[in-house]
């Protein structure tokens, strides 16, 4: 056999290796992805069939002003603000606790770790009960919101980051366990040593040390956070959405998709919403990278 | 050991090793509570009768432990139906995800090929696509494609992962020339390689991958929410949930259990898959 066509025959062999999952890719990732732009500039006619009417920019200019739009959009920035600092913070808080020699820290371990496997639906239902107004707990702690908080318009967000942080504190302490892991014993060590306070040893060498992590955490959560809407469909539902105020905007493409089917004005808002999360990673990235201390660099 | 014994005693005076291992145990266990609290009044609620629900003070644990709860969530609400789903579900999408991204992981880690690397830069660049900006378009493929309202629909989608072709990329990647080299001068051919040497040894990335792609589907909630909002025959466990929920049979304790119901697979797996699943979520996180 020649070269050339042992070389064609590897590629043809490499091709329909990585046929099946190009071609998913494609259809379910990238074909959509990309289609929403067309999306975004097309009326969507009124009855299948008709021709789409052209809109140009002038949709997307209307849905992203639109005051749904911003009210979901303040919702979503404002669960997100809440749910992802929290939910770091606890979860390096317990990691760091629990990556020391002491007894029965293997228990912590598996406790911690069980948030990170609960769906959102178990998460909303759960926390759905003992915030219920009747039967709940709070109630019994002498806590009485009215209106109820589900239908709060002051509490109803606050109780859906809730959720989100109990969530996000699993995936946040495995996250930072392993990070912690990962670092020379030596330099906790000799902090250890220098008898810096146990205070002093976490903001001077555990956070720097752990920054690669803690970025990588808050980029994940902040993705996470900026695509709920889960608990708010569970709890709260399409309905009664509009004077609570926990329309997040992936909840928004949701029901521009099911309740009130509008591909157009749900490509709009796809594309608004990857954009402003894309920003925020990118600002992340920009802003908060600098400062990360990669070992041993 | 004595060496050990006296340089902790040097370094860390008694007091301040009492107090440090006292506050780290409050912190650990206040942690632990705000983790467990809500579990366990789920489980004790799930036991109580529908009356002695709203008992105040609320009960803290089961007077007498009510299992009509369970029946009524698995017969009355349909979970035991919507459990086989869920698990014909994510057999199927850990099964295809599974054969698709290893294949595609060995051509990329081996093969050479043109627009490789072009390629490459495509389906990484796709993990930073989240599904909820893809709903629209692929809510009218499965339509078109005749998929809807079958078991189908809810599993073709996702059996193909970006971020699974990327950890075993890297796994293969691992895997010396030289192992290859020889193999192919002993005639084995390449998938006879990749069957027989690279996947056992690629094992313990492969399990990963395949926990988190079970969590992943166990747990995924927008699709099948989209595809089975008119039909109830094709309900994943999470949907299934949310009905219980949305209060079509009476009873707090029936929800609850229905969440118990939907939890303790994955907290299964977690136990017993554990470092799989920490090193499958972890993945991306080391450098």
Known sequence: ?297 | MSENKVSQRRFSPRLGSNLRIVSSYAILTLGALAVLFPLYMTIVSSLLTAKQFGDTPPDFFPPTPQWSAYSNAFFSGHMWHYLFNSLQQTVEIVMGASITTVLAAWAFATYSFPFKRILWTIVLSTLLIPFEVTIITNFQTVNSLHLYGTMWALSVPFMVSAFGIFLLRQAFLGIPREMREAATLDGQGSMGFLWRVALPLVRPQLAAFMVISALGAWNSYLWPLLLTTNSTTNRTIQIGLKALNAGTIQGFNVVLAGSVIAAVPMILIMIFFNKQLVRSLTGGALK
């Open chain 1, 1 to 297: 056999m020649t070269r050339r066509s042992v070389r064609i025959r590897q590629s043809v062999g490499a091709y329909a290796l990585i046929a099946p999952a190009l071609t998913l890719i494609s259809v379910f990732i990238i074909y959509p992805f990309l289609r929403n732009f067309k999306l975004a500039l097309y009326a969507i006619p009124p009855f299948p069939g008709l021709p789409s009417k052209w809109l140009g920019i002038h949709q997307f200019t209307t849905t992203v002003t639109s005051d749904v739009f911003l009210n979901s959009l303040q919702a979503t920035l404002l669960y997100t603000a809440m749910v992802v600092p929290l939910g770091v913070f606890a979860g390096l808080v317990l990691a760091v606790t629990a990556h020391q020699k002491l007894r029965g820290m293997a228990i912590y371990r598996v406790i911690f770790s069980t948030t990170a496997v609960s769906s959102v639906a178990v998460a909303a239902t759960i926390f759905g009960t003992l915030l219920n107004p009747v039967n709940g707990l709070l109630p019994w702690f002498g806590i009485n919101v009215n209106p109820p908080f589900l239908q709060n318009t002051t509490w109803a967000l606050p109780a859906m980051a809730i959720i989100g942080i109990w969530e996000f504190m699993g995936l946040s302490f495995l996250l930072f366990s392993a990070g912690l892991q990962s670092l020379p014993e030596e330099v906790m060590e000799a902090a250890l040593v220098d008898g810096a306070s146990p205070v002093r040893r976490f903001f001077r060498v555990t956070i720097p040390m752990l920054s690669p992590t803690i970025f990588y955490a808050l980029a994940v959560g902040t993705i996470a956070a900026m695509y709920t809407f889960g608990q708010m469909d569970v709890l709260i539902g399409t309905g009664s959405t509009t004077y609570t105020n926990t329309d997040t905007l992936a909840y928004l493409i949701y029901q521009s998709v099911t309740v009130q089917p509008n591909a157009g004005v749900a490509a709009c808002i796809s594309i608004a919403l990857f954009g402003i999360t894309s920003l925020i990673t990118f600002l992340q990235f920009r802003f908060l990278e600098r400062r990360v201390h990669y070992v041993g660099e």
